[in-house]
């Protein structure tokens, strides 16, 4: 069986990361498999090569190029004689759906991994169009997957879909142990007791302005001092630079930009606490990750991660965009370091539940269900 996966690129992102995970292992059930990206930062690229899986970027002038994007990916279909065609995000899904119409006998999957109403603040005819040719293109899948149950319901509510599966994201514990052992030395990790990591995409939706706010009362009101790792880029980095500046918390912080994954293993395995303070989140791959290394890991209620998670067992979970409660899950950590040590080991059994190999067979079936 051939498949197309269409996403728009292979950036440091949730969607990437599972692919990253989730390909290799599809490959080595048989199945052919060929990546088209929509445009460049192409960040795993590398790692789906050491595989043998290619990877084609497609270049397209804009995302919206939409005659360009059919008329590419419509010549990689065609000269890869793809059986299925598998989305992801908005643009991969729509191109892949959108092809199909030209192939009778190719089945797509579109694969949803972020809630769609965290798009619906966003006002004005063009976002209305938007949202309207998603929805009504979406009788041209032949199967609609959602990461989290939470994800599910949002798109159920929002277009009122019906019968879309639930498929959880995963981890490969396999390649982070074996990350482990060739384990790279970090900088970042000397000359502090405590560490505190966060990883992410420099966004408004990952909350990384609250936890400065944190770590800045923390200092202020409990003398409490621990070096904050900021794994990640993006557009909000120099308004954070600022930020840490004004409120006389640089030499805390330290802003990695974006990390291989070799290094960023090492690092999470030596800190004492992760934090995921993130507004809207349809999974939580690092906090699986973090989980499964046994650190203590501070997330916030919401979506996909309160769905698998269980505060005070696992992690401590605190409301989104509250500075107080997460300046408090962070006093506690730092403080009490048995229950730092007991949530992690705790952690590691609830991180196992999500590994690749549990989710791979979920696949196989549906991928074989849909060429019968």
């Given at each position: 069986?051939?498949?197309?996966?269409?996403?728009?690129?292979?950036?440091?992102?949730?969607?990437?990361?599972?692919?990253?995970?989730?390909?290799?292992?599809?490959?080595?059930?048989?199945?052919?498999?060929?990546?088209?990206?929509?445009?460049?930062?192409?960040?795993?690229?590398?790692e789906l090569d050491s595989f043998g899986i290619e990877v084609v970027n497609l270049n397209l002038t804009h995302r919206w190029s939409v005659f360009e994007a059919m008329m590419k990916l419509s010549k990689e279909v065609k000269g890869f004689k793809a059986d299925i065609?598998?989305?992801?995000?908005?643009?991969?899904?729509?191109?892949?759906?959108?092809?199909?119409?030209?192939?009778?006998?190719?089945?797509?999957?579109?694969?949803?991994?972020?809630?769609?109403?965290?798009?619906?603040?966003?006002?004005?005819?063009?976002?209305?169009?938007?949202?309207?040719?998603?929805?009504?293109?979406?009788?041209?899948?032949?199967?609609?997957?959602?990461?989290?149950?939470?994800?599910?319901?949002?798109?159920?509510?929002?277009?009122?879909?019906?019968?879309?599966?639930?498929?959880?994201?995963?981890?490969?514990?396999?390649?982070?142990?074996?990350?482990?052992?060739?384990?790279?030395?970090?900088?970042?990790?000397?000359?502090?007791?405590?560490?505190?990591?966060?990883?992410?995409?420099?966004?408004?939706?990952?909350?990384?302005?609250?936890?400065?706010?944190?770590?800045?009362?923390?200092?202020?009101?409990?003398?409490?001092?621990?070096?904050?790792?900021?794994?990640?880029?993006?557009?909000?980095?120099?308004?954070?630079?600022?930020?840490?500046?004004?409120?006389?918390?640089?030499?805390?912080?330290?802003?990695?930009?974006?990390?291989?994954?070799?290094?960023?293993?090492?690092?999470?395995?030596?800190?004492?606490?992760?934090?995921?303070?993130?507004?809207?989140?349809?999974?939580?791959?690092?906090?699986?990750?973090?989980?499964?290394?046994?650190?203590?890991?501070?997330?916030?209620?919401?979506?996909?991660?309160?769905?698998?998670?269980?505060?005070?067992?696992?992690?401590?979970?605190?409301?989104?965009?509250?500075?107080?409660?997460?300046?408090?899950?962070?006093?506690?950590?730092?403080?009490?370091?048995?229950?730092?040590?007991?949530?992690?080991?705790?952690?590691?059994?609830?991180?196992?539940?999500?590994?690749?190999?549990?989710?791979?067979?979920?696949?196989?079936?549906?991928?074989?269900?849909?060429i019968r």
């Amino acid at each position: 069986m051939k498949i197309v996966v269409v996403i728009p690129t292979l950036g440091y992102g949730g969607a990437e990361r599972l692919l990253v995970t989730l390909l290799p292992k599809l490959k080595a059930q048989g199945y052919e498999i060929k990546v088209c990206l929509l445009d460049k930062d192409y960040c795993y690229e590398g790692e789906l090569d050491s595989f043998g899986i290619e990877v084609v970027n497609l270049n397209l002038t804009h995302r919206w190029s939409v005659f360009e994007a059919m008329m590419k990916l419509s010549k990689e279909v065609k000269g890869f004689k793809a059986d299925i065609l598998w989305g992801h995000l908005y643009f991969g899904i729509l191109y892949s759906r959108l092809v199909s119409l030209f192939y009778s006998d190719i089945k797509v999957i579109s694969h949803l991994h972020y809630k769609i109403s965290t798009d619906s603040v966003k006002k004005g005819l063009w976002y209305s169009f938007r949202n309207w040719i998603f929805d009504k293109s979406q009788k041209l899948d032949f199967s609609t997957v959602a990461v989290s149950k939470s994800t599910q319901k949002d798109y159920e509510d929002f277009f009122n879909w019906r019968d879309i599966e639930v498929i959880y994201n995963v981890i490969d514990t396999k390649a982070i142990d074996k990350a482990l052992k060739s384990r790279v030395e970090s900088s970042y990790l000397y000359d502090f007791e405590d560490i505190v990591l966060i990883v992410g995409r420099l966004h408004e939706s990952k909350g990384h302005r609250y936890l400065i706010d944190a770590i800045y009362r923390l200092k202020m009101e409990y003398a409490l001092t621990p070096r904050v790792i900021v794994a990640g880029d993006g557009y909000l980095k120099e308004e954070l630079l600022r930020k840490i500046r004004d409120l006389g918390v640089k030499e805390q912080f330290i802003f990695t930009g974006n990390l291989e994954q070799k290094e960023l293993f090492s690092i999470m395995s030596l800190v004492d606490i992760v934090v995921v303070p993130s507004l809207f989140e349809a999974f939580g791959i690092v906090a699986l990750e973090a989980m499964y290394l046994q650190r203590a890991t501070i997330t916030t209620k919401i979506d996909g991660l309160k769905e698998i998670m269980i505060d005070r067992e696992d992690t401590i979970q605190v409301e989104p965009k509250s500075v107080d409660e997460l300046k408090e899950a962070l006093a506690l950590l730092l403080r009490d370091k048995t229950l730092a040590k007991r949530l992690g080991e705790n952690a590691k059994l609830k991180a196992l539940e999500y590994d690749v190999a549990m989710s791979v067979n979920r696949w196989v079936e549906l991928f074989e269900r849909e060429i019968r």
